[in-house]
């Protein structure tokens, strides 16, 4: 059973950046691509950004386009979401995902089987 683990979550202030991380200890990471997805209390899990099992290929939701970057050292088995400019509305349980098939556009949930605990990320003065 594949295993995903975050972290990188914390208290920022608004503009303020983070690096979230997820790594699968153990497994042949890229097998896998990965998406990031958040959750804020009382709304759906969003998704946010993927990234193809290569690296060569990547997606963001509008939110968070030319603020986050999504990136994966497959050497380390390890998917990084580089988040600048965080805003309060950023402010969720971050969670890292996993399919070994090719998803069609990797910010919808059900595309993927292997999740993570999640990480929180609090945006906040």
């Known amino acids: 059973q594949l295993r995903l683990v975050e972290s990188g979550g914390g208290l920022v202030q608004p503009g303020g950046s983070l690096r979230l991380s997820c790594a699968a200890p153990?497994?042949?990471?890229?097998?896998?691509?990965i998406g990031w997805f958040r959750q804020a209390p009382g709304k759906e899990r969003e998704g946010v950004s993927c990234?193809?099992?290569?690296?060569?290929?990547?997606n963001y939701a509008d939110s968070v386009k030319g603020r986050f970057t999504i990136s994966r050292d497959n050497a380390k088995n390890t998917v990084y979401l580089q988040m600048y400019s965080l805003k309060v509305e950023d402010t969720a349980v971050y969670y890292c995902?996993?399919?070994?098939?090719?998803?069609?556009?990797?910010?919808?949930?059900?595309?993927?089987?292997?999740w993570g605990q999640g990480t929180q990320v609090t945006v906040s003065s």
């Open positions: 995902a996993a399919t070994a098939r090719r998803p069609r556009d990797g910010l919808a949930s059900y595309e993927y089987v292997h």
């Open positions: 153990g497994f042949t990471f890229d097998d896998f691509a």
């Open positions: 990234i193809s099992r290569s690296g060569g290929s990547t």
